[in-house]
Nanobody, 125 residues
């Protein structure tokens, strides 16, 4: 079983940057696709980015494309989300998720088997 722990959230001004980390434990991390989702108050959880097991396949939501970068470090069992040019509308709880595979349904939360507890990101205007 994969366990996920996010960190790196906080309060930042618009235009600033943050890097989120997701530390994973479990025997199958290296084989998993890893994703980031976010959930703003009163809204549903939505897809942000995903990376396949090798790091060669990446997908992003249109709202973050060009500003956010997902990456992974197998030696550290960690997935990162570098967030630049942050906007107030990026304010949300950010969740890390793991899936045993990467398919065309990566956009949906139901695609993922394991979730972290979330980390709050607040962007002030």
């Amino acid at each position: 079983q994969v366990q996920l722990v996010e960190s790196g959230g906080g309060l930042v001004q618009a235009g600033g940057s943050l890097r989120l980390s997701c530390a994973a434990s479990g025997p199958t991390f290296s084989n998993n696709a890893m994703g980031w989702f976010r959930q703003a108050p009163g809204k549903e959880r939505v897809f942000v980015a995903v990376i396949n097991w090798s790091g060669a396949v990446l997908y992003y939501a249109d709202s973050v494309k060009g500003r956010f970068t997902i990456s992974r470090d197998h030696a550290e069992n960690t997935v990162y989300l570098q967030m630049n040019s942050l906007k107030p509308e990026d304010t949300a709880v950010y969740y890390c998720a793991a899936s045993q595979y990467l398919s065309v349904t990566y956009y949906y939360a139901t695609h993922y088997d394991y979730w972290g507890q979330g980390t709050q990101v607040t962007v002030s205007s």
